[in-house]
């Protein structure tokens, strides 16, 4: 009998900002290709399925990791942001999604808008299998610079991984951010692990990336809200992006 949903328990709960935290889990393996996304049920509503990406790829020890970010009157965001603690159990379900690369095929131009990045970052890990893979070049963007939350994680890889290119786009890089405690004392444990103010691009992600095109040659994932995926899908094909190289999972 074919198995429809798996348990996973909570084993550390990290927040990154007031609206945002990481959480790992370990479990029994799920089957879904990196890139996927799943349903997920957390004790706090267990009755409110809620779709999100694992920003691991598949591993035999049943491991997880999910970036979960508040949204307006979203309760079981907020939840798993407010209220997660070790110990949880969450049951994990359907995956399924069309975000994936070809590892023979050209190279490949990813876009990630906020928690956008979680499955993107599934992507590159697996990549990291693989003997030859794509060159890879990673568009992710934020309202300022303390929005792009993974930057740290990001500019390790970047410097491990000779086929990943990272840019880093901000809509404003002379805005701080609005204060975070959650972000200024992670910044006063550990220091800024980050990209340099210079690597910084300012713009919309969408014009920042559709200024880089056209791409007729590339592979092309777009993750982030329905609204940021819809725009940049719109500003890539204007700008002579072919729309079926285009493959996007509103997150």
Request: include cysteine.
């Amino acid at each position: 009998m074919q198995q429809d949903s798996w348990t996973a328990t909570v084993v550390e709960h990290h927040r990154l900002r007031k609206d945002l935290a990481v959480v790992r889990l370990i479990g029994e393996p799920v089957p879904f290709r990196a890139g996927q996304y799943v349903d997920v049920t957390v004790p706090q509503h267990p009755r409110l399925p809620r779709r999100l990406s694992p920003a691991l790829p598949p591993s035999l020890d049943g491991r997880f990791e999910f970036h979960v970010r508040t949204v307006p009157g979203g309760w079981v965001s907020r939840s798993i942001v407010e209220d997660t603690l070790p110990g949880d159990q969450w049951q994990i379900s359907s995956p399924r999604g069309d975000l994936a690369v070809d590892v023979v095929g050209p190279s490949v131009v990813m876009v990630a808008g906020g928690t956008g990045l979680a499955p993107l970052r599934s992507i590159i890990l697996n990549l990291t299998q693989v003997e030859n893979p794509p060159q890879v070049y990673l568009f992710v963007g934020g309202r300022t610079a303390a929005d792009l939350y993974a930057s740290d994680m990001l500019w390790i890889l970047t410097q491990e991984l000779p086929w990943l290119t990272t840019v880093p786009v901000v809509e404003d890089v002379t805005d701080p951010g609005t204060g975070d405690e959650w972000y200024d004392r992670i910044v006063a444990e550990v220091g800024p692990v980050n990209f340099h103010e210079d690597d910084l691009l300012e713009g919309t992600l969408a014009d920042v990336v559709a200024g880089h095109g056209p791409f007729t040659d590339h592979q092309v994932l777009v993750c982030g809200s329905p609204a940021m995926v819809q725009t940049t899908r719109d500003r890539l094909i204007a700008t002579g992006t072919p729309a079926d190289a285009i493959l996007a999972d509103p997150f």
